[in-house]
């Protein structure tokens, strides 16, 4: 088990049940900065460290990250801002999306990449163990059980603490476990993407372990501030990526302004919609927000103390399913 201290009591198999104050994760794509790669602006390394600081004061003890992120910088900076508290924090980091030195994207699963990506981050973290590390997407070309040797091995030397499956299925599952105990799964889950009710949160239910969410606040969509007119400047991925521009966005903006008359009569932000809806479910203990600024994680942690209702969640199912 990790050594950060947990708040309150979870079952052994759900380690990131209590870990912090809150069951909220750091999105370690909010810090990318300068790096470019899968991020969300420019943010400098001395203000995102300042940023890690503030939310590990506020009570955050989870801090996701990828080598993708700003091209490794993400995981530099973690690195920096937790170098004299390592035991205090609890990181994650994954393998398969590397890039090549033209800095495009290169995703597999092959175990020496899996290998190689995973020392690379021990590098950048400047640290001699991640406490959780993920196969970040599924590899069709190789056989999962021949990533999870890799990890298995690391696992047992000490290099990482715990194992997890990023957007997979229960086929992948079952196939990784043969070789290694998987501890989490973490898939995209928000009141839009529902995918992960379908399989792997009840996987995560059956299996009694931990369920993390990313895309909780939808790119920004449900935090209010990104709407039809709002514009992104090129050292934004939703400037440009393949993924932004593709799927159907003017859908949920006509959502959300049914959505947001209600939420005002009711006395709910946004936020606390989208952190609601999530923790509703299930084992899914720990969500995963980009928060860039002081400001921001004040209010998605402001969100936490004002969860919509069974009631008012369902008339917010209705308007969608109607939609």
């Known amino acids: 088990m990790s050594s950060v201290e947990k708040n309150g009591e979870g079952s052994l198999g759900r380690i990131l049940k209590g870990l912090g104050e809150y069951p ?8 990318s900065g300068e790096g470019a790669g899968y991020g969300f602006g420019d943010i400098s390394q001395s203000d ?47 393998s398969g999306v590397s890039w090549h030195s033209s800095k495009r994207v290169n995703m597999t699963n092959d ?41 298995a091995r690391a696992k ?17 599952f079952k196939l990784a476990s043969e070789v290694e105990s998987v501890e989490v799964f973490q898939s995209e889950l928000n009141v839009f993407e529902r995918n992960s009710l379908e399989e792997t949160i009840p996987l995560a239910v059956k299996e009694d372990l931990s369920f993390m969410s990313w895309g909780t606040l939808d790119k920004g969509i449900l935090t209010g501030r990104v709407h039809k007119e709002r514009s992104f400047d090129k050292s934004d991925c939703r400037s440009w990526a393949p993924w932004w521009k593709s799927f159907n966005k003017d859908k949920r903006y006509e959502l959300m302004d049914k959505i947001n008359p209600l939420l005002e009569q009711w006395e709910l932000s946004p936020i606390s919609l989208a952190l609601g809806f999530n923790l509703s479910h299930s084992h899914v203990d720990s969500l995963l927000c980009g928060g860039r600024s002081i400001k921001q994680w004040d209010g998605l942690i402001e969100g936490l103390k004002n969860l919509p209702s069974v009631e008012q969640l369902s008339t917010i199912e209705k308007i969608i399913h109607e939609s």
């Open 24 to 31: 909220l994760g750091f999105g370690g794509a909010s810090i």
């Open 48 to 94: 995102s460290i300042d940023l890690l600081n503030y939310v590990y004061d506020r009570g955050l003890r989870i801090f996701d990250s990828a080598p993708i992120y700003g091209f490794g910088e993400s995981e530099i900076r973690l690195g920096m801002a937790f170098k004299k508290i390592r035991e205090k924090v609890f990181l994650i980091s994954k």
């Open 111 to 151: 175990p020496k990449e899996t290998e190689k990506m995973l020392h690379e981050s021990l590098k950048r973290f400047d640290t001699d163990y991640i406490d959780l590390y993920m196969i970040h997407w599924p590899d069709k070309r190789v056989d999962i059980r021949q990533t999870m040797e890799v990890l």
């Open 156 to 172: 047992a030397q000490g290099k990482i603490k715990h194992i997890g499956l990023c957007n997979s299925n229960s086929e992948e």
